[in-house]
Structure formats: structure tokens, C-alpha cells
Nanobody
Framework: QVQLVESGGGLVQAGGSLRLSCAAS????????MGWFRQAPGKEREFVAA???????YYADSVKGRFTISRDNAKNTLYLQMNSLKPEDTAVYYC????????????????????WGQGTQVTVSS
């Protein structure tokens, strides 16, 4: 089992920045592929960013150039640096772990992930 706990969400004005953190514990490893997803009210959950076991990063087109995913393997923590935030970025953000090593390009798909955090709310005001 892998436990994931997100933090760092909050209320920010458009154009501002936030950094989300996801602390992993349990049966986890620095080689596990991990990602961020988000779900806005009335919408389906969507992919935001991911990092494969080889260190390759993937981003949704809507956040490219604004968001950066990174990980601190020593701390078993995944991060999402979000800059130039827009009101349409408002959502609950979820951290997820594949639960093992993974290198495929479909790391952008939710079905690849076995473990999910409880989510953290990000609200961007206009």
C-alpha cells in the first residue's frame, strides 16, 4: 500500500503562484511513476502532469509552460509548482502513484494509477 497526502492548496489571485506537495509513505520508491490530476466542479477528472520512472515529464497542454512537476526522492515527496495561475485552474488537485516503475507514455491516463491522495483545493480568483 502507498499513502499519499497532498498539501499546499489555497486561494490565490489570477497571475499568482502556488506549490503543491505530495508526501508518499508506505510501500513506495523513488522509481515509482507519479502524477497530478485535477477535478473542477461539474467536470471530469483530468490529467495535469506526471513524471515517469525514468524521469521523463509530461504535461497537459493547458498547463505547459506554467506548471512544473518535480520530486525529492530523499523526502519521498512530489511537487507541482504552479505559476501564472488562471481562474480555470480552480479545482481539487490529486496526487497519484502508479505503485511501481512505469515508463509508458500513457502515464497521462488515470487508469494507470493505483493510489490516490485525498486532494487539495486550489481556488484562483479573477
Amino acid at each position: 500500500q502507498v499513502q499519499l497526502v497532498e498539501s499546499g492548496g489555497g486561494l490565490v489571485q489570477a497571475g499568482g503562484s502556488l506549490r503543491l506537495s505530495c508526501a508518499a509513505s508506505g510501500r513506495t520508491s523513488a522509481t515509482y511513476a507519479m502524477g497530478w490530476f485535477r477535478q473542477a466542479p461539474g467536470k471530469e477528472r483530468e490529467f495535469v502532469a506526471a513524471v515517469s520512472s525514468g524521469g521523463s515529464t509530461y504535461y497537459a497542454d493547458s498547463v505547459k509552460g506554467r506548471f512544473t512537476i518535480s520530486r525529492d526522492n530523499a523526502k519521498n515527496t512530489l511537487y507541482l509548482q504552479m505559476n501564472s495561475l488562471k481562474p480555470e485552474d480552480t479545482a481539487v488537485y490529486y496526487c497519484a502513484s502508479v505503485g511501481g516503475p512505469y515508463y509508458g507514455a500513457d502515464i497521462t491516463e488515470a487508469y494507470r494509477y493505483s493510489y490516490w491522495g485525498q486532494g487539495t483545493q486550489v481556488t484562483v480568483s479573477s
